[in-house]
């Protein structure tokens, strides 16, 4: 089955800095990638996805780039924000199964 | 907006009670799922069913079961509650035509003490 490593577990930054989150998987036929936010006292949301022909996305101030060869995808939250305080998951379907495995979450802290 | 709703946000049971978690999501998706949600662990996925009646065991299946009866519900069952399953449970629901590219929609969860 997928194995999903992610990295830090927790993570503080400054307020405007920039934050960054990654994750390796195991199965070579895994081909989109998720990332969740879950803000206290609520269930993960989907913030991005990447797809495996793209190499990155971006989204305003959150991107997630993707390197295939090297099984690993990074989340990357420029100019962070209080609000951007919470716990970040990965996710890593394999192709052809139903089961996602997700991440063990990074618990992001922004100080203001 | 889809919603995905879960019957308790807290719940304090005892050792060897019968427990019953419900969710109920409004959006006819096809697949829903259970999780359990500990701190060091992630979310690790207890059972999931892609259709009415249908479920398939997830990474962590012992000591639950589920059932599927309405497409819009799916319970998960601790059929004898244990302290080990003190934990935060999440609900999910996706639509169907496979994993790879469909967003799962999240309960606000149930966490559930067992004495």
């Known amino acids: 089955g997928e194995n999903v490593e992610q990295h830090p577990s927790t993570l503080s930054v400054q307020e405007g800095d920039s934050a960054v989150i990654k994750c390796t998987y195991s199965d070579s036929a895994s081909n989109y990638f998720p990332w969740y936010k879950q803000e206290l006292g609520k269930g993960p949301q989907l913030i991005i996805d990447i797809r495996s022909n793209v190499g990155e996305k971006k989204d305003q101030r959150i991107a997630v780039t993707l390197n295939k060869t090297a099984k690993h995808f990074s989340l990357h939250i420029t100019e962070t924000q209080p609000e951007d305080s919470a716990v970040y998951f990965c996710?890593?379907?394999?192709?052809?199964?139903?089961?996602?495995?997700f991440g063990t979450g990074t618990k992001l802290q922004v100080i203001p | 907006d889809v919603k995905v709703t879960q019957s308790s946000r807290y719940l304090v049971k005892r050792t060897g009670e019968k427990v019953f978690l419900e969710c109920v999501q409004d959006m006819d998706h096809e697949n829903m799922f259970w999780y359990r949600q500990d701190p060091g662990l992630g979310l690790r996925l207890i059972y999931f069913s892609y259709d009415v009646k249908m479920k398939e065991k997830g990474d962590i299946p012992e000591g639950y079961s589920v059932s599927r009866e309405k497409k819009e519900r799916f319970s998960l069952i601790l059929e004898s509650a244990s302290t080990n399953q003190t934990s935060m449970y999440l609900c999910a629901s996706s639509s169907s035509g496979g994993f790879e590219n469909n967003e799962q929609f999240f309960g606000p969860g149930t966490r559930l003490t067992v004495l």
């Open positions: 996710a890593a379907p394999p192709r052809g199964y139903q089961k996602v495995t």
